[in-house]
């Protein structure tokens, strides 16, 4: 073994030559090393979260399965910190999962499959997912478990070598908690270079040639060669080339939320994705629209071509005794003179075209994906968004809401169905739209007289129900509800139409075409549920969820980590971790639980006042971790502090955020709004910071209390889904209670 000895480029402290990650520690200083394991792990974590929800599509509404599985292996690598680490382990799983997932038809076969499969024994509404029922909804549910099972296994074995890595450089470092804070500072250095490739609409390959230089430096460790691992690293980044290509499709575009791809409508040309069209699968070639835009493998959205020369050259798409009655031309016509509009999930223009088609005089189109708008304006046959009566804002419909200055005649809300979810939560981004607090601000922006028409694919009794009701309560009186079918004019959906009804009643009387196509549409809408839904509301905002209780696809994903749990303790042999398992690991799996809900917390008070944006989620993730070093520097400082007053202080915030509403804050400019809602969320953290760090100075086995804290993230994600039946407020209470635990068992002072 080699008598080389390490320094800290930090400190010039001589360090170990023997321990776990020494040879990295000599190539490029332990300081360093401890930065780069920090700033490409969180980078990788990212990139496999965005890549995997993407293209397994079920996951895109499950985003934190996969932060879970990167969590499980990054802890037992801690664990398994005693074995030299080697570049080739994390390659090699990494390789096979590029593989399966970069490939077309691998992934559109895999993708579809295990979608398919789990989708009808998961309790959820999935976007175009399987309708299976009984048995076989069960023997899908084992099966796409299996190939879950199979790809949590190689996201885990990809993160074992990386938990084994920083576990083996933090274990004998003679600077913990500094080294601890080089750490911190590599993750927040890794989030922003990821948000920086989404933000600038970056494709996979780019992802993955950033990992791939952050690599070099580890290429050949673990005394393997050096040529196997550049051919694995061109592997890796040749697959995220072929992940941007869609055979059949124009193009294929990035967003900070979601792939989207364009097909252009050709006569006799077929796409390899559907579009969910009325409650049923299509091929692409529907029939109508110049281009369909898809989201993450799935029709989403067409640029509808209404204009009269168009809809008269083809009577076969367009009937004739709906002409000028589109979805999209309904907003306006109820109401008697739409001086200026709102349009929020604008999309790619059809809503704004019926808008501008139907006289208004100002139309604002609020739609949060920005590239979804640059397809509008390149693709859209109306050009919508040239006309200068159209303003454009790239925003969340919810940040919208709170900040708006101004009111409408007109309000219409486009299909926001989304499909996906935050990084971090249950919630999907349109889940905070559709609340009770939500819709009553959007009332509050109506002009006396005004009329708000919401459309919505509900797909389920209990979806209509529940959007009826909601805005039954908001308005004091029931919508009028309708089902336009799909064909040439739209891909149709419920509408539900509400605000000053009187006025709507007159549009009606004085339109006998409008009225007898609504009253048709009526006689065509599905019944409500015989139960009435509840409301959704920004403490319980699941729509697609038909009542409280947690939907059996992650209880099963549950028992998938258990069983993957399992397997790794064997297979890495670490089964005395839980035979030897004690107070000092209890203590810190409990910081570790807590710290994993008040960062879900965060972000979902976040998006209630700030719109469910990806800034206002980087920011969110950016400040926990600037408090984190915040508390790493004040440490040193607060030396003879006790412990009872910053466990207090840490409980009395957690507590103190409960009772707290932060939409008061609502009228604040944004950024000022951002950095009192900021501050107030991340306040605990500032607490929970200085706990974990005196704690971990202190804790003889660093690699063992990493490894016991990521864990106990793990277990505090799962905890997490206790908020379809509780709320999302009350995990509040559930961290102050981690927290407490955490206080009880902390490792006694040695004398």
């Known amino acids: 073994m080699s008598t080389a000895v390490a320094a800290d480029p930090l400190t010039n402290t001589p360090l170990p030559a023997d321990r776990p990650g020494a040879e990295v520690a000599r190539r490029i200083g332990a300081g360093w090393a401890v930065f780069l394991v920090g700033a490409v792990g969180l980078f990788l974590e990212l990139l496999l979260i965005r890549w995997v929800t993407t293209e397994i ?43 399966l997932l970069a490939i077309p038809p691998v992934r559109y076969l895999l993708g579809t499959s295990i979608t398919d499969l789990l989708s009808g024994a998961s309790g959820l509404v999935i976007w175009g997912g399987g309708e299976l029922g009984g048995a076989a909804a069960a023997a899908g549910g084992v099966i796409g478990l299996a190939l879950t099972f199979a790809l949590m296994f190689l996201l885990w074995a990809a993160f074992v070598p990386v938990g084994r890595l920083l576990g083996g450089l933090m274990a004998d470092h003679p600077h913990p908690l500094r080294a601890y804070s080089v750490n911190v500072a590599g993750s927040l250095v ?46 890796i980044v040749g697959g995220g080339a072929l992940a941007g290509v869609e055979p059949g499709w124009e193009e ?56 009269a020369e168009n809809v008269a050259a083809n009577p076969q798409w367009y009937p004739a005794g709906q002409r000028g009655y589109s979805q999209y031309d309904l907003p306006p016509k109820f ?12 999309g790619s223009g059809n809503d704004v075209a019926g808008m501008l088609r139907n006289g208004a005089g100002e139309v604002v189109a609020v739609e949060i994906d920005p590239e979804i708008i640059r397809y509008g304006r390149r693709v859209h046959p109306e050009n919508p ?28 809300f486009g299909l926001l169905d989304s499909h996906t979810t935050t990084s971090m939560t249950n919630a999907r981004l349109d889940h905070y739209v559709y609340t009770r607090e939500s819709l009553t601000r959007a009332r509050q922006l109506l002009n006396p007289g005004g009329v708000m028409v919401l459309s919505f694919e509900a797909q389920k009794p209990f979806i209509l129900d529940r959007m009826a009701r909601c805005l039954e309560e908001v308005f004091g009186h029931p919508p009028v509800v309708f089902r336009v079918p799909p064909n040439g004019f739209g891909w149709g959906g419920v509408v539900f139409v509400t605000g000053d009804l009187d006025a709507v009643r007159g549009r009606l009387a004085a339109d006998p075409t409008l009225n007898g196509l609504v009253t048709d549409w009526q006689k065509d809408t599905p019944a409500r549920s015989g139960e009435p839904a509840e409301v959704t509301s920004d403490d319980w905002p699941y729509i697609y969820l038909e009542g409280r209780g947690i939907p059996p696809l992650y209880l099963m994903l549950a028992a998938g980590l258990l069983a993957l749990f399992a397997f790794g303790l064997r297979s890495l042999n670490a089964g005395h ?49 600037l408090m984190v070093l915040a508390a790493n520097a004040l440490t040193p400082r607060l030396k003879r502090l006790p412990d009872g007053p910053v466990y207090a202080a840490l409980l009395a915030s957690c507590v103190g955020l409960y009772f707290l509403d932060l939409s008061r804050f609502g009228f604040l400019p944004y950024w000022q709004k951002a950095a009192v809602v900021g501050l107030l969320t991340s306040l605990p953290m500032l607490f929970s910071g200085l706990v974990f760090a005196r704690s971990f100075a202190a804790a003889p086995r660093k690699d063992a209390a990493l490894g016991a804290n990521l864990f106990g993230s793990l277990a505090g994600a799962l905890v997490q889904s206790v908020t379809f039946v509780t709320g999302i407020k009350a995990l509040l209470l559930v961290v102050a209670a981690f927290y407490l635990g955490a206080a009880l068992t902390r490792p006694k002072a040695k004398k």
């Open 57 to 99: 599509r079920i996951f895109a509404y499950l985003q934190n399965t996969v932060l879970v599985v990167c969590f499980l292996g990054l802890g037992m690598g801690c664990w398994d910190s005693r074995r030299r680490f080697a570049l080739r382990d994390v390659l090699l799983p990494l390789a096979i999962l590029t593989g």
């Open 190 to 235: 890794g989030i922003w270079l990821f948000v920086g490739c989404s933000a600038a609409g970056l494709p996979p390959v780019t992802w993955f040639a950033l990992f791939a230089a952050g690599c070099v430096p580890l290429i050949g460790t673990g005394g393997r060669s050096k040529w196997v691992d550049k051919g694995l690293v061109a592997a």
């Open 252 to 307: 294929v575009r990035w967003s900070p939320y979601q792939k989207l791809a364009l097909f252009r409508f050709d006569e006799g040309k077929q796409g390899g994705l559907w579009a969910y069209v009325g409650g049923e699968r299509h091929p692409p070639n529907f029939g109508f629209g110049t281009h369909m835009i898809s989201v993450n493998n799935i029709g989403y959205q067409a640029t509808v071509d209404l204009r």
């Open 335 to 346: 109401h008697p003179n739409p001086k200026a509009t709102l349009v929020v999930g604008a």
């Open 385 to 412: 968004y040239a006309d200068p009566r159209v303003t454009v804002v790239t925003d969340d419909a919810r940040s919208y809401f709170a900040t708006a200055d101004r009111t409408f005649d007109v309000i219409a």
């Open 577 to 625: 971790i839980v035979r030897g398992w004690d107070r000092s690991n209890t203590h810190f799996a409990l910081l570790g639980a807590g710290f994993m809900l008040l960062e879900v917390q965060n972000i979902s008070k976040a998006a209630v006042v700030l719109g469910n944006t990806w800034v206002v989620n980087a920011v969110i993730i950016s400040g926990v971790l």
